[in-house]
């Protein structure tokens, strides 16, 4: 089950999250999201745990805790939606004057 944790404090790193989590099962991937162009954490991440029963039970004892002086959100993450990403346009199109 991948689980999404948010209101993470910037500090956080996928070790801290890796090991806040395997106290509950295995972890197969812990990662902090990070903006590519500041190099910077987003402020969320993402943890994998192959056993559902395992995740419920981090979810259940992590959603509000706190690390690193933050209170986590932690839930199931949705699929990831599928389609264009948004993107700046060229744009054009107008009814100039030529």
């Known amino acids: 089950m991948q689980l999404y944790v948010g209101n993470l404090a910037y500090a956080v790193t996928g070790d801290d999250l890796n090991e806040a989590f395997s ?5 197969t991937k812990a990662s902090v999201i990070m903006d590519r162009e500041t190099g910077r954490s987003k402020g969320f991440g993402f943890v994998e745990m192959p056993k559902n029963s395992e995740a419920d039970a981090a979810i259940k004892a992590l959603n509000g805790s706190e690390i690193k ?6 839930n199931q993450a949705e699929p ?12 054009g199109g107008g009814r100039g004057r030529y």
């Open 23 to 27: 106290k509950f099962g295995e972890v």
């Open 69 to 74: 002086g933050r209170a986590m959100k932690v």
């Open 80 to 91: 990831k939606k599928e389609g264009p990403r948004g993107g700046g346009g060229g744009g």
